[in-house]
Nanobody
Framework: QVHLVESGGGLVQPGGSLRLSCTTS????????MCWFRQAPGKEREGVSCISVTGDRKHYREAVKGRFTISKDNVKNIEYLQMDTLKPEDTAVYYCAASERVIGTSMFSSRYDFWGQGTQVTVSS
């Protein structure tokens, strides 16, 4: 069974930065496309940013373009989501997801096979 583990969440003031990480033991991220989703209280889960298997294609939801950066280090077997200029509306539980089926990028959560437990990001003064 694949376990993805996220880290890096926390409380930050508006305008601040956080870097989320996602990794797994026993398996390699090299063959998976990856995506970050988030879910705020009372709202549906939404895709935030996705990266292709090889890392050459990236996709961001409009609300985070220019502020968030996704990357994938296949040597270290870890994926990152660098979040800058955070806003209160970015507050949510952030989930890492991996897909064996998606080659490019996709923000459809049903296409992802493995999920992490989530990490809380709170943006507040």
């Amino acid at each position: 069974q694949v376990h993805l583990v996220e880290s890096g969440g926390g409380l930050v003031q508006p305008g601040g930065s956080l870097r989320l990480s996602c990794t797994t033991s026993r398996y390699t991220l090299n063959y998976w496309s990856m995506c970050w989703f988030r879910q705020a209280p009372g709202k549906e889960r939404e895709g935030v940013s996705c990266i292709s298997v090889t890392g050459d294609r990236k996709h961001y939801r409009e609300a985070v373009k220019g502020r968030f950066t996704i990357s994938k280090d296949n040597v270290k077997n870890i994926e990152y989501l660098q979040m800058d200029t955070l806003k209160p509306e970015d507050t949510a539980v952030y989930y890492c997801a991996a897909s064996e089926r998606v080659i490019g990028t996709s923000m459809f959560s049903s296409r992802y096979d493995f999920w992490g437990q989530g990490t809380q990001v709170t943006v507040s003064s």
